[in-house]
């Protein structure tokens, strides 16, 4: 399946870019800096950066004609009904007899394998990830979902859609554990075929590439596109891929976690793929870790300013961790755990996104002492005992225990479910 994707024709504008796109100017070469060495990215490309601002009025189309379909009122013709589309994502397309046309068309594409994957390596990243456990879920928060607040566009989204803001914030962040650690369980990729049901991972991927669809729908009408770009755009999903696989690659070597090149193809792979379900464009889709950190760099380069959406979310953050039950704690000693999780939060968010993001944010500076316990840990784990007889199982059993606790502290016994599809 190649992706499916065209600029939106009607979308006010003169310009082949948003007016955000390079608009944090400096600021941004400044948080990039980083990057720019971690990533051994020698130039800026000028032929890339433009492909991205292009990318801001794309969407995936594929899942805009299946939304399109789903908000058909009544007895329109092709109307989907979401039921109907549940069912396909239990059971595949077989399980819906007769099917509309934009979900057939749908569901055939993301069954279908595409001719690149390697679901062998797609297995062996979902063990890299699962062996990474909690470095994987501090990484994901604090750098990937966190730093991304520095950015206007997608977090002024966020808190229109209700999102990671107010009494939503600890909701949205279990779901996005929930979706995260799906994905390391054995077989959980797998599409559906004949007489076997999808596995979870694959499931929940699907179910998140309509829900954005969905978002999209609702809000392109009224959201300020010459500004943004559309709502959910093949940018910001480009970003967003980026924040979970490269970002995590450099953030779990930043904590001292050795990731060698076999394991990294494995992690890209899994990632590309999942990208791949959730209908990012093929040119943002890549195996070679170096390459996704040259796309960051100029995806960062690309954005716009911070706006007052970044440091509402990330307090929203920071606070939501006195709202987290902490599994194994007296009800007595809940408090000195939020205090602990918060302190520990903002001590490595100090070190990932640096003094200057912390005061854009309104956040207090802490001292590093995370990462410096972290890094003998983490040195301990997999500089030694990894490469102890059963050593990687006992990792991977660990990040295990670690993903499950997590996903109890969230949903605090909550039917553990990824964002409600409403028709």
């Known amino acids: 399946m190649s992706t499916d994707v065209a600029p939106v024709a009607d979308t006010p504008r003169e310009q082949p870019y948003p007016t955000r796109f390079r ?7 400044r948080l990039g800096r980083a990057l720019k060495v971690v990533g051994r990215v020698h130039d800026v490309d000028e032929a890339l950066l433009d492909r991205i601002g292009r990318a801001m009025f794309e969407r995936d189309e594929l899942g805009a004609r299946l939304a399109d379909a789903i908000r058909l009122r009544g007895d329109a013709p092709g109307r989907v009904r979401m039921d109907q589309f549940r069912r ?4 595949g397309l077989a399980a819906v007899p007769d099917a509309p046309p934009a979900l057939a068309e749908f569901m055939t594409a993301v069954e279908t394998d595409p001719a690149w994957l390697d679901r062998d390596l797609v297995e062996e990243g979902a063990r890299v990830f699962r062996r990474l456990g909690q470095n994987a879920q501090d990484v994901l ?32 962040l279990a779901e996005t554990q929930k979706w995260g650690a799906s994905l390391t369980d054995p077989g959980s990729l797998e599409a559906p075929r004949a007489g076997r049901a999808p596995g979870e991972g694959w ?41 979970f696989d490269g ?42 870790e170096w390459e996704r950190h040259r796309i960051d760099y100029h995806v960062l380069l690309a954005q716009g300013p911070l706006t007052e959406a970044g440091p509402q979310l990330a307090r929203a953050v920071v606070e939501a ?6 599994p194994g704690w007296p009800t007595a000693l809940q408090p000195l755990r939020a205090r602990y999780e918060r302190e520990r939060l903002l001590s490595m968010l100090t070190v990932f996104l640096g003094p200057e993001s912390m005061r854009e944010f309104g956040l207090p500076l802490r001292l590093p002492w995370a990462h410096a316990y972290l890094l003998g840990l983490n040195t301990v784990r ?12 006992r990792l991977a059993a660990w990040g295990s225990r670690r993903a499950r606790w997590l996903l109890d502290s969230y949903f605090q016994g909550e039917r553990e479910a990824v964002g409600e599809l409403r028709a």
């Open 203 to 243: 499931r929940l991927t699907v179910h998140v590439r309509l829900m954005h669809a969905l978002v999209n729908h609702a809000f392109e009408d009224s959201w300020d596109s010459a500004q943004w770009g559309l709502p959910i755009n093949q940018a910001d999903q480009a970003s967003t891929l980026g924040l």
């Open 247 to 288: 970002v995590l690659i450099i953030g779990s070597r930043a904590l001292g976690v050795p990731i060698s090149q076999a394991e990294s193809a494995a992690l890209m792979h899994l990632w590309k793929y999942v990208g791949w379900l959730m209908g990012v464009h093929e040119d943002f889709l890549v195996d070679d």
């Open 382 to 393: 997999y500089r030694v005992l990894k490469h102890l007889p059963g050593g990687r199982d």
């Open 321 to 326: 961790q006195a709202l987290r039950h902490y």
């Open 88 to 91: 396909a994502l239990e059971g």
């Open 23 to 29: 608009a944090g100017g400096e600021r941004n070469r």
């Open 141 to 172: 928060l604090q750098l990937s979902l966190v730093g991304g607040y520095r950015f206007g566009g997608p977090t002024d989204l966020l808190v229109a859609t209700g999102g990671l803001t107010g009494s939503q914030t600890l909701r949205r």
